[in-house]
Structure formats: C-alpha cells, structure tokens
C-alpha cells in the first residue's frame, strides 16, 4: 500500500484540477488544525507551544493560499515543482502543529495512524521532491521517480533474503579474484626471479598495472554500456584464462606480458562488483558493501597458503607456475557455482527497459518468497510523463545504441554542479593517492620481509605472509561498525563512511612509519599486521562510498574513473621501487625504508582529503 501512495506523489501529475482540489482540501484541514489551537486554554491544560513556531506556521500557510491562488492562475506559467513545493510546505505545517502539542498532557483525540500516514506521506513527498529538484548528479527526474520506487520496492517488499545473501557470495568473490592475483604475482616474484633472471622482477608488477589501468578504465565505463552482469562475467573469464597461460609462460618478456592480460580482466573486477552489489540491495543493508572487502582478505590468504605450500616444497621452476595455476583454478571454482545473477533493474531502468527491470524485482522477490505490487505500468506512467522518448528495445538497436553513447555523456553528469563536482575530484584524488601508496607497501611486501629475515629459511617468509593475511579480517568487522556510526554535535556531525575512512587511512600511515623503525622478526611481523587490519577496513570504506556517491546510471563510470587513476598512480610504485633498492631487491644508499616512508606519507595526505568530502552517503540509499 505504501508503494502504491509512494506512486502517487511522485507519478507526473496530469490534471491541475485535480490537484487545486487536493490543495484547497489540505489548507481547509489545516485551518482547522490552527482553530483548535486557538480555542485551546494554554494557561489551564498546560500545553506547551512554541509561539514563534505557530507563527511560522501562519506564515506558511498564508504562502501555501497564495501559492494555491497562483496554481489557479495558469498564465503564470508556474510548473508542478512549485505546486510541490506548497503541497511539501503544508506537510511541514501540519506536523510542526502536531509537534507542538503535548497530547499526553491534553484531552486531545489524535488519529494515531493517520498522523503516521502524514509522516510517511511528507517522507516521501520530501524525497520524491529533492529528487525532481536536485540535479546534483545529473540524473534526470524520470530517472530519479523510477529509482526512488525501487528502492522503496528493495527496502520495504523485498527485503535482504536469500538472494542477497547469494549475492553477497558471488561478488564476494570477484573482490577475491582482484586481490587473489594482485598478491598472488606479489608473493611469486622472489621465485620468478630466481627462475627467469630478469634484470628487474618489479617489471612484473608493473605490466599487472599497465593491464590493471586499461581494465579498470575500459569495465568500468562497459557496465554502464552493456550492463554489469555481463561486465563481470568477462573480466572473471579473462582473468583466468591469462592466469593458465601466465603459468607456462616460457621467458620473462612473455611472463609480464600474460601478467598484464590478466590484469585487463582483474582491473575490471571491483568496479563492477561494487555496483552490481549496492544496486540489489534496500538500503538497510548497504553497510555489507564494507564487510566485501572480507573477501579481499580471504583472497590475499588463499594466495599466500598456495604459494607457502608449492613455492616451499617445489623446485624453484616448478613451485611458482604450480602457484599460478592453483590460483586459476581457485577463482574458476569460486565463480561457476549455481546461482541466476539478475541485471541491476536500476541499470535496466537507466536505459528504458522497465519491463525487464520489474521482471528482475520480481524474480527477486520469488527468490526471497515475496511479493511486490511495483508494476510496469507504475514505471511507463513515470516516463510518460517526462521528456523521455520510445525506445525499440531490440536486441541489436540497444547494441547500436550502447555503443553509440560510449562518450563523455556519463562523465559529465559526475560534475554537473559546484558540490558534487568536488566531491567527485576529491574522490578520484584519494584513489589515486592510495592507489600509489597501497602497491608501494603490499606489493612488495615478500620482498621486504625476505630482505629483513634474509638469515631466515624461505618458508618463514610466506608464513609471516599468511599470518598477515589473516589479520584482514578484523578490519572488514571494525568497518562495519564505524561505516553507519553518526553523532550529532550542534550543527556537526562525525562518523559516518567519511569518518571511519579518514581514521582507518591514518592510523595505515602510522603504522607503516613504525614499520620502518624496526628490524627483529616479531615487530616486522606486528606492525604490518597491524597495517593490514587498517587498510583492509580502508578499502572496504572506500569501496563503499565510491558506488554509494555516485548514481546508477553513470556509477560504472564514475567508479571507473576512480579504479583507473588508481591504477595510474599504482604504475609509479614499481618505478620508485626500482629508483630505492638495487637490482637484488636489497636497500640502496638513498635509504634503507625509502619506499616504506613514502607509502605512509601518502596515506596520511589521503586521510586529508577524506575530511574534505562534501557528501556523506550514511543513512541514504543510493540511487
């Protein structure tokens, strides 16, 4: 029943009589509220009343006639947002009256439902007019209506159930593939060294970020294409093909050049993911786009734990492509398990096809043994209803067409005003400062605990390596608690995705400057476990906000902006790798933590600019 009156207000109107109708019905209610308050004895029933909120209300409503008398008057050529906005400014009378009534101190009958049907009304009129009015992220109305209902549909018929539950699983593990091949090339490279004697091994790393670069840049802006369920399809295929091949690779040259194959499939993973998640989610649930970055974890162990077990008990020419091909098969065995993944109906509704998008919400609710009373026909009013023109849906003319707005007409949008265009750059600007930061550490980390415990047998490398892998996965629990954490203090407001990502980022910078000051095996150990318990809740910070921010029809974009700089700026982190250690891996003379400290130094300029975000997207569901 709620969708339906939620259909209501937020459906083009179609007759103005109608709601002149609706309006002088309103304002004769709300007379009547202002007449009880005036016959009411103050002094003898004690009511408290806030004087100078009744004569705000006065005021309101004298604004709401008058607005009504211009509504009347056609020539002036006042359009259906400012009746909203005077329908909205009676709503807001109304429960500023009811607010000021103290009823349990007073006689007074209050319809207790109807006074909940005024909130829920003035709740979704409230949204259903910002998103109208809000161009902030350049996303039309029609769009906006249609998204509204299905979140609604999400939140209030559908629910998280079994679906979701699946969902979560198989995103999960496209989180665990990126991560499965970014530490797997990491941990193999001391092997791969000894075997192919390149003159640099960090050229391995960084081909995996030239590949990386052009998959995030190219998936990303696909998935607002061609849609992410076959986005994510392909780049899991990619990634794993090239990973077989990686394995056999019979010298060095065409070693990197497999390894930047897979990284054009792995680059594309997260984005994707990202978006294909939130977008099937109410928004109740959304905080479990933080707890994903499990799966990051659970990938950098499983990558350890083959290499400790293979790298260790093999030959040094057999050990690391055995890894190779443990890890293929791995991520093959996580992807193809039974489950129907549905197409984003935001997605679908994006780009006109509102039959399929109902089709999927319903496939989910039988999924979730549900029922929606969303329809097409509630949909089809909405675009009826605004500038939008017929599409033929055929299966060709939407290839034509997909392809046809592979252009700047999803980054635009991204920028389209003052406030959501900062919140856009510095967005980008911290995946990018991370982006150089993170691989300068992790990427290299087997390299620096083999420098550090060169007296130690191999095996305790990878075993320190595993031990830090598992301590991710209380970083993933600790961003779930902080991501939906507010508290209001006046006008400020703390916690929040902002919050939690800005001390998450630091608290990775200092520890990372402890790590440079130590030299003993246990501290080694310590200090980047404790790094990688802060990064890990970092990125699942981050991989929340990046899609919550932006709106479904340009958030495969808008990620893909994102992920690409980050790759970008990940390519320098090989470079200065090379530039502070000699050809063994060894510390130059420049420095013995050269590439350590400017890793923590980063991280702490992107905690910066976290602070600097203009928009927090806790308590709100993405569009």
């Not at 008398?69 to 020539?75: F, I, K, L, S, W």
């Not at 970014?182 to 092997?191: D, E, I, M, R, T």
């Not at 928009?615 to 569009?623: D, N, R, S, Y």
Request: overall charge neutral; aromatic content about 10%.
């Amino acid at each position: 029943m709620r969708l339906k009156r939620l259909w209501s207000t937020v459906r083009p109107v179609k007759s103005r009589d109608s709601y002149r109708a609706g309006i002088n019905i309103i304002i004769d209610f709300m007379t009547s509220v202002l007449s009880v308050m005036s016959v009411l004895d103050v002094s003898e029933v004690g009511v408290k009343v806030d004087v100078e909120k009744i004569s705000d209300i006065a005021v309101s409503l004298e604004d709401t006639k008058l607005a009504d008398e211009v509504v009347e008057n056609p020539a002036d050529g006042v359009d259906s947002t400012y009746e909203r906005k005077s329908h909205l400014n009676f709503m807001t009378s109304v429960l500023s009256v009811m607010s000021v009534l103290d009823v349990s101190e007073v006689g007074v009958k209050v319809d207790v439902e109807k006074i909940s049907d005024i909130a829920v009304s003035l709740e979704d009129t409230k949204l259903a007019d910002e998103v109208v009015e809000n161009p902030a992220d350049g996303v039309d109305g029609a769009y906006h209506r249609k998204s509204h209902l299905i979140n609604q549909c999400l939140q209030n018929e559908i629910g998280f159930g079994r679906y979701q539950w699946e969902l979560f699983i198989l995103t999960g593990f496209g989180w665990l593939a990126d991560n499965l091949w970014l530490q797997g090339v990491a941990v193999v490279l001391p092997q791969v060294q000894t075997d192919l004697d390149p003159s640099r091994v960090e050229y391995v790393t960084l081909s995996l970020y030239v590949g990386l670069i052009i998959g995030a840049t190219t998936w990303g802006s696909l998935a607002d294409i061609i849609g992410r369920k076959l986005s994510w399809n392909i780049t899991l295929l990619l990634s794993g093909v090239f990973g077989v091949a990686a394995g056999s690779a019979p010298n060095f040259v065409a070693f990197c050049s497999l390894i930047a194959c897979v990284g054009f499939g792995a680059g594309g993973n997260l984005p994707v993911d990202g978006a294909l998640f939130l977008e099937h989610i109410p928004q109740s649930h959304q905080w479990l786009l933080t707890f994903l970055s499990a799966f990051w974890s659970i990938g950098q162990l499983i990558s350890s734990l083959i290499v400790w077990v293979f790298i260790t008990n093999y030959p040094t020419d057999k050990g690391w492509r055995y890894s190779l091909g443990c890890l293929t098969f791995a991520m093959f065995f996580c992807r193809y398990i039974i489950f129907n993944l549905q197409e984003s109906s935001k997605y679908l509704v994006a780009v006109g096809r509102d039959e399929e998008a109902i089709q999927v919400l319903q496939y989910i609710a039988k999924r979730n043994g549900k029922t929606i009373s969303l329809t097409t026909e509630m949909l089809l009013a909405i675009s009826e209803g605004s500038s939008e023109q017929t599409r033929d849906t055929s299966i060709w003319s939407f290839i034509r067409r997909s392809f046809s707005q592979f252009s700047l007409a999803h980054v635009r949008p991204l920028f389209s005003t003052r406030r959501l265009g900062l919140n856009s750059v510095l967005t980008i600007l911290i995946w990018g400062t991370i982006g150089l930061a993170s691989p300068l550490f992790n990427g290299f980390l087997p390299l620096y605990l083999s420098d550090r415990l060169s007296s130690k047998p191999i095996n305790v490398t990878y075993r320190d390596y595993s031990i830090t892998s598992i301590c991710g996965f209380p970083g993933s629990v600790i961003a779930c608690m902080m991501v939906d954490w507010t508290r209001k203090t006046g006008k400020i407001s703390i916690g929040g995705r902002k919050m939690a990502l800005a001390v998450s980022t630091a608290l990775s910078s200092v520890f990372l400057f402890l790590f440079t000051t130590t030299t003993d095996e246990a501290s080694n150990l310590g200090y980047s476990c404790a790094t990688t318990l802060t990064q890990n809740a970092m990125f699942g910070v981050l991989y929340a906000y990046t899609p919550e921010v932006f709106p479904a029809p340009h958030r495969g974009t808008g990620d893909a902006l994102c992920s690409a700089f980050n790759r970008m700026t990940g390519i320098w982190a090989p470079v200065i790798k090379i530039a502070t250690t000699s050809r063994d891996g060894t510390s130059s003379s420049i420095g013995p933590n050269a590439p350590v400290f400017v890793s923590a130094a980063l991280f702490m300029v992107a905690a910066f600019l976290t602070l600097l975000l203009p928009i927090e997207t806790a308590g709100k569901a993405a569009l």
